[in-house]
């Protein structure tokens, strides 16, 4: 089945592609592996292929406009704005000057008359969201933007933004060990007729298994400043870890299958994007969707993560204090 943004939106695959990693965010990446996964993605029915202006500042956007700008009518593209990157980290830039001339810019290095789905990627607090997303709305109507999203809201802001416009999407983190989304923000999508975009379903490579108590991550990957990968956090994860491993072990799968199946069950509305810079991972990841989790599976999966999900913050503070505003 291929789900919808919103009730009337254009269809998209059951798995849709992140791409951050590809230009450096979890450490050194090869851009020739990754143009060669963008196209196996595409040829094995991948058709959502996630960005961002900041991701690489804007060199993720070109390598995607590079590698998919001649398969343009198979793909739907969606990135973001309304962030620039500092030395300091990211700061939100929610001006409509600043929107109009962030899209102009992505349009012109995704090599594209029109992004399929724009989302606003943090709230800035000198912005009422209605502004911002007001801005949006005149990209909308000009024809250089399909749909409208946002990243990291909280229901009541999402509820302001869907009254100036319709928020097709919503983007953030969900995963079987961060499930925060279901207590507010999933219900506002659903009364809304929004689809929820779950990035990091994958706990940002942790659930993989590929992930160590002595993994040294490599220089510039943003697991090194986030307390939910580091020291204690980090060992009382990796135990959740080691039993979705078993679980996994005993479906015959691997333990991004189990996660990725996990949240296939949430719903059609919820579409997973895992990231992937490399075809074995994104074939592991594609493997999930032969996946069927019985009730037993799911009740042995809730079991085996405690209530309240991983241990520690999933970003430093700089980061959290830009989230579900």
């Given at each position: 089945m291929?789900?919808?943004?919103?009730?009337?939106?254009?269809?998209?695959s059951r798995?849709?592609l992140?791409?951050?990693?590809?230009?450096g965010?979890?450490?050194?990446?090869?851009?020739?592996?990754?143009a060669?996964?963008l196209?196996?993605?595409?040829?094995?029915g991948?058709?959502?292929?996630?960005?961002?202006?900041?991701?690489?500042d804007?060199?993720?956007?070109?390598?995607?406009?590079?590698?998919l700008?001649?398969?343009?009518?198979?793909v739907?593209?969606a990135?973001k704005?309304?962030?620039?990157?500092?030395?300091?980290?990211l700061?939100p830039?929610?001006?409509p000057?600043y929107?109009?001339?962030?899209?102009?810019?992505?349009?012109?290095?995704l090599?594209?008359?029109r992004i399929d789905?724009?989302?606003l990627?943090?709230?800035?607090?000198?912005?009422?969201v209605e502004?911002?997303v007001?801005a949006?709305?005149?990209l909308?109507?000009?024809?250089?933007v399909?749909?409208?999203?946002?990243?990291e809201?909280?229901?009541?802001t999402l509820?302001?933004?869907?009254?100036?416009h319709?928020?097709?999407?919503?983007?953030?983190?969900?995963?079987?060990?961060?499930r925060?989304?279901?207590?507010?923000v999933?219900?506002a999508v659903?009364e809304?007729?929004?689809?929820?975009?779950?990035?990091?379903?994958?706990?940002?490579?942790?659930?993989?298994?590929?992930?160590?108590?002595?993994?040294?991550?490599e220089?510039?990957?943003?697991r090194?400043?986030?307390?939910?990968?580091?020291?204690?956090?980090?060992?009382?994860?990796?135990?959740?870890?080691?039993a979705?491993?078993?679980?996994a072990d005993a479906?015959?799968?691997t333990p991004?299958?189990?996660?990725l199946a996990w949240?296939?069950?949430?719903?059609?509305?919820?579409?997973?994007?895992?990231g992937?810079s490399?075809?074995?991972?994104?074939?592991?990841?594609?493997?999930?969707l032969?996946?069927r989790?019985?009730?037993?599976?799911?009740?042995?999966?809730?079991?085996?993560?405690?209530?309240?999900?991983?241990?520690?913050?999933?970003?430093?503070d700089?980061?959290?204090?830009?989230?579900?505003?």
């Amino acid at each position: 089945m291929h789900p919808d943004l919103e009730h009337d939106g254009p269809a998209v695959s059951r798995l849709g592609l992140g791409c951050m990693s590809m230009t450096g965010s979890y450490g050194p990446a090869d851009p020739h592996e990754a143009a060669a996964t963008l196209l196996e993605a595409l040829d094995s029915g991948v058709t959502m292929f996630d960005t961002g202006d900041f991701y690489g500042d804007g060199a993720n956007e070109e390598l995607l406009g590079r590698t998919l700008a001649p398969h343009r009518d198979r793909v739907v593209l969606a990135t973001k704005t309304g962030v620039r990157r500092t030395a300091g980290g990211l700061v939100p830039a929610g001006s409509p000057g600043y929107l109009r001339r962030a899209c102009e810019a992505s349009l012109r290095r995704l090599r594209t008359e029109r992004i399929d789905l724009y989302y606003l990627a943090r709230i800035d607090p000198a912005v009422p969201v209605e502004e911002s997303v007001g801005a949006l709305a005149e990209l909308a109507a000009e024809g250089k933007v399909g749909r409208i999203g946002l990243s990291e809201v909280s229901a009541a802001t999402l509820r302001r933004a869907h009254a100036v416009h319709p928020v097709s999407a919503v983007q953030t983190e969900y995963s079987l060990w961060e499930r925060h989304v279901e207590t507010g923000v999933l219900p506002a999508v659903r009364e809304l007729g929004a689809t929820l975009v779950a990035y990091s379903p994958l706990g940002r490579g942790l659930l993989t298994g590929a992930v160590h108590a002595g993994t040294r991550y490599e220089p510039g990957d943003f697991r090194a400043t986030a307390p939910r990968y580091n020291g204690d956090d980090l060992k009382a994860n990796l135990a959740i870890v080691e039993a979705v491993t078993r679980l996994a072990d005993a479906k015959g799968a691997t333990p991004a299958q189990i996660a990725l199946a996990w949240l296939l069950t949430r719903g059609g509305d919820v579409i997973p994007i895992p990231g992937s810079s490399r075809r074995p991972h994104l074939r592991d990841n594609l493997g999930s969707l032969d996946l069927r989790l019985t009730a037993a599976d799911l009740g042995a999966i809730d079991a085996a993560v405690p209530g309240t999900g991983a241990r520690g913050a999933r970003y430093g503070d700089h980061g959290i204090a830009l989230i579900d505003r």
